[in-house]
């Protein structure tokens, strides 16, 4: 069992996750740009940006400098998609052991090569062993110790077996697997489709719209991570349909959050610009279309995500295009 752990990002899921860390008996460091926030966790035991109601226990501790993260036995990368190229790089400049696990938690991907962030990693890290942990893992919950479930993927059965003994308390639970690939892309996707359920609830349009989008993101889910060389059985776990639904539906979701403003009547830039943290859905509604188009795979939800996002159409609009399309069986 290790002793010491580091955090790439000092936002509301790294601070989450560094509270299950410690509760494991872990002693965390956190990185963060933000001096303010380093102060506040360091002489306050709190994060009062991102998870103001929460006491953070001494076994947390945050710095703004890398080489004091850099050494650690496992280090989480739990930066924003758009920056992550920019961290990596960073933490490979002040040295990393071989021996360090890199654990991705971050749920997006890379705007300049368009790779999965397992990729990034690998690509930087190609010495270091790796997994990624995914699923519905809400901040806010995490944070209060409330029950959660999530998923490890690794392609190394005793990186699995290390990261899964890590995140074994009496309220997380994890499985694992060897399909990184489904396990990332259902990540990325998810957040897509909680911009448009939330879309729906800001236009008003009841239950039965948005368990229909739910469940066709599915489907869009599966036919571009099989297509990528997921296995169709992930996206009926943890990390595919869990993480779908939770982001979809619940208050805490910051992409479903956007969605909202947009379907009445915001603003892109004017719901942005009202959110203190990162809604990935948002950028990588953009990366997520160009690598369907890539593919050939027929995306539809995704589509009109990316025409409301970056070509100004209007939710409604969007909705009646996707309601108006050409009859198909429900399988194709």
């Not at 830039?269 to 997520?288: D, F, L, R, T, Y």
């Amino acid at each position: 069992m290790i002793k010491e752990a580091a955090v790439l990002g000092a936002g509301s899921w790294g601070t989450g996750l560094s509270i299950a860390l410690a509760d494991r008996g872990i002693d965390v460091i956190l990185y963060g740009n933000e001096a303010a926030v380093a102060d506040d966790i360091n002489l306050q035991h709190r994060n009062s940006k991102y998870l103001p109601e929460i006491e953070l226990s001494d076994r947390i501790t945050c710095s703004t400098e890398m080489k004091e993260v850099s050494g650690k036995p496992l280090i989480l990368v739990v930066v924003p998609s758009q920056v992550a190229g920019i961290v990596l790089s960073q933490l490979k400049e002040a040295g990393v052991p071989e021996s360090t696990v890199i654990l991705n938690c971050t749920k997006g991907i890379d705007p300049k090569e368009g790779k999965l962030m397992h990729e990034l990693i690998a690509e930087m890290f190609p010495d270091n062993p790796m997994a990624v942990l995914s699923g519905p893992s809400h901040a806010e919950e995490v944070a209060n110790k409330m029950a959660t479930l999530a998923t490890i993927g690794t392609s190394d059965p005793e990186v699995g077996a290390m990261v899964q003994d890590v995140f074994t308390l009496p309220w997380f639970r994890t499985y694992t697997t060897d399909d990184v690939i489904g396990i990332e892309i259902g990540g990325v996707l998810k957040n897509i489709f909680a911009i448009a359920a939330g879309a729906i609830d800001g236009l008003g349009l009841g239950d039965n719209a948005k368990a229909a989008m739910v469940t066709r993101g599915l489907a869009e889910m599966t036919r571009l991570g099989t297509a990528m060389g997921a296995r169709e059985s992930t996206f009926r776990g943890l990390s595919g349909v869990g993480d779908l639904i939770v982001t979809c539906y619940s208050e805490h979701s910051r992409n479903n959050r956007v969605g909202r403003m947009l379907g009445s009547g915001m603003t892109l830039e004017a719901a942005i610009a009202a959110m203190n943290q990162v809604a990935e859905g948002v950028p990588n509604a953009k990366n997520a279309y160009h690598l369907a188009k890539k593919l050939g795979v027929r995306t539809p939800i995704i589509d009109q995500a990316y025409a409301v996002l970056y070509e100004e159409k209007p939710t409604s609009e969007a909705l009646r295009e996707l309601l108006n399309r050409d009859p198909r069986s429900e399988i194709d």
